[in-house]
Each structure stands twice: as C-alpha cells, then as structure tokens.
C-alpha cells in the first residue's frame, strides 16, 4: 500500500484507490504488469471492483511521458459465489488499445475474459484478478519521521527503531496481465497505472501511480496529491518538479547529506519526473537505488525512496513477505486467512 489514501475519493470508495504497480519480467518472452487495489481488501474495504471504472496499464515507448499502448480492465457488476454473501465473483475484460484509444476511453482489442478469483488465459495472454496477500512493508515509523519533517523542520534518524510493519498480514485486490513482451513493443520503456471513472459521464481518472512513495513522500498539501492523481506524466516537470525538488533539498540540508542541497534537490526532481517506471523488456527487474529497471514483488522499495529523499542510508529493517511471492503466474501466493489475521484491526482511511 505505497499509495493509500491520499485523495478524497480513495478514502471513500476503497476499489478506486490504487495501491501499488510493479513491472517485471515473466517467462519465455513474456512481461507481467501488476496494480493492487482495495487496501485491507476484507476487513475494511470490499472484495469487489468499480463496474464503472477503468483499470489501466499504460507505456510510454519513446520517451514523451505519454502513451502509446494501454492495458484495459472493465468489471460487469458482482454476483455472490460459493453460496455467499461475503465473497464476489466478476466477470472482466482485458483490451489492449494503441493510439488515440489508448489515451482515453474504455475501446480497444479483446485480448482475454475472465472472472474474478481464477486465471484467465488466451493465445499467450495469462490475467487473474482476485485477493491476494500485501507484499508492501513498510515501518511504522515512518509517520514520525514525516512529522518531524514537515512540522518540526528536522531529521529523525531514530525514527525506524521500534520495527512494527502495520501493512503486516494483510490482503489487497491484486489486478495481474502477463502478455508477450512484443505486444507492448521493445526495449526501454516506461510505464504507470491509473484508475479512472467511465461510465454514464466522461471519463475522469481519480487515481495515478508509476513509482512508489511519491505523493506521501514529497507532495505534503492534500491538493497537490489530488492533483497529481488526476493529471498525466507529461505534466510533471511543470506541475511536480518544484515540490520534490524543494523537499529533497530540505530533507538533505536538515540531515547534513549533501554539499549543495538544492543541486541535489533538482537532482532527485529531474529522476523522478515525470513519474513513470522506467524499464528494458526481458530484464530482470530491480527497484534500487542505483536505479530503476521495473519493480518486482519482493523489492524494498520504501528503503529506497527514503534514501533518495534524504541521500544517505535509511533501512526501516522491514522487507515485504517474499515467503508470499509465488514462482508461477499470478505470482501472488494465498491471501492470509482469517486465523492468520486474528488481532489485525482494520486501516483507518487516513494519510
């Protein structure tokens, strides 16, 4: 849950608030994209997707922070299954879009049907959509050492002691599409997912993400992280740039990290605007702080966004449950079950 609450909409309706995206390298050729939805999916939101929204991949294959190709989820309303009441059971679609159709609305090529909780698959193309365990960690910590920043203008480099990971046990709506690496095209490219609204209105897009911690670590007023969620990479530079920028320069100049905070500032701003995922098809993804070539399930990307922020050293000594992480698609591993999850309370909807 990299990206948990931070508009207005996502702390209302759980299913449009996009937790977490990842990229990586699937088997014989082929990539696998994966976003996460629904934080705390069974205990304080649903298990169920918007039957208005729309649930996208998008790529970037030559550099303008627009895209090019677009992965398309759609939801059909929700039946109860098993006999249930409790748990859902929705019928999807998957289309790919080029072009105009990929900017925008719900058309493009059927690639794959399927319903929610089993894999669907079709001429190479694998999707599931269904509960999965959380695989983001992240120490509670944090919270003080952002308070620290932003109200009292210091750095807490104590702030990570105490190793409580309140994400822990958990369970998300994992959305994953595995397709040939050529359907998206070749080489580098970068990419991002958004949830946007399309229905009886036009289409207004509500939630946005390519990397990590972005809009927690660096976007402190509500009305820029609203912003941000509805706008496009192509905007960043302009819209973005001067608020990372001037929080990293802080960041570094309270820590005593870097010999001229503000070069290192607009450093961290140009690296990470606009905000895409970069990534080079049919490598082995890694999220580091050396740089970024996709992000897979198990990377520790919290460390890494910290680092950068305050360019020295932040270990929060929390990983994601990689013990969760399957080998074979939808590479998600069970859920936790409810005995598992005894004594975890549900997640306010707060920042």
Not at 11 to 31: A, H, I, Q, V
Not at 286 to 307: I, Q
């Amino acid at each position: 849950m990299s990206h948990h609450f931070d508009t207005k909409l996502a702390r209302e309706d759980p299913r449009l608030n996009l937790c977490d995206f990842y990229l990586f390298d699937g088997p014989s050729g082929k990539t696998v994209m994966a976003m996460t939805v629904n934080p705390d999916v069974g205990l304080s939101a649903p298990d169920t997707l918007h039957p208005e929204g729309l649930y996208a991949f998008r790529f970037d294959l030559n550099g303008d922070a627009r895209e090019e190709v677009t992965f398309k989820f759609t939801f059909s309303e929700p039946r109860h299954g098993d006999g249930s009441e409790h748990t859902h059971i929705q019928p999807f679609v998957v289309r790919k879009a080029t072009g105009d159709d990929a900017l925008r609305g719900d058309t493009g090529e059927s690639l794959v049907e399927g319903e929610t909780g089993s894999v669907a698959t079709n001429s190479g193309v694998r999707a599931y959509v269904g509960i999965a365990p959380e695989l983001f960690a992240a120490n509670a910590g944090f919270g003080t050492f952002m308070t620290a920043f932003y109200k009292d203008q210091r750095y807490d480099g104590d702030a990570f002691l105490h190793q409580q990971n309140p994400f822990a046990s958990r369970n998300i709506t994992a959305i994953v599409l595995e397709v040939p690496s050529e359907l998206i095209g070749q080489g580098k490219i970068n990419a991002w997912a958004t949830i946007s609204l399309f229905g009886h209105a036009p289409e207004v897009q509500v939630s946005r993400w390519g990397l990590p911690m972005v809009t927690h670590l660096f976007l402190s007023d509500q009305e820029a992280k609203e912003q941000f969620n509805a706008s496009v990479p192509s905007e960043d530079r302009e819209r973005f740039a001067k608020s990372i920028a001037d929080c990293a320069e802080k960041m570094t100049t309270y820590a005593g990290s870097a010999p001229d905070p503000g070069e290192y500032g607009k450093r961290i701003a140009a690296r990470l605007c606009p905000d895409t995922l970069p990534y080079e098809l049919g490598t082995s993804a890694a999220f580091e702080v050396a740089g970024f070539n996709g992000r897979a399930l198990g990377d520790d990307v919290l460390d890494v966004m910290l680092t950068l922020a305050a360019n020295t050293s932040i270990v929060d000594g929390l990983a994601p449950d990689r013990g969760r992480i399957r080998k074979d698609f939808p590479y998600y591993g069970a859920p936790y079950t409810a005995e598992e999850q005894a004594g975890v309370t549900p997640i306010a909807a707060h920042g």
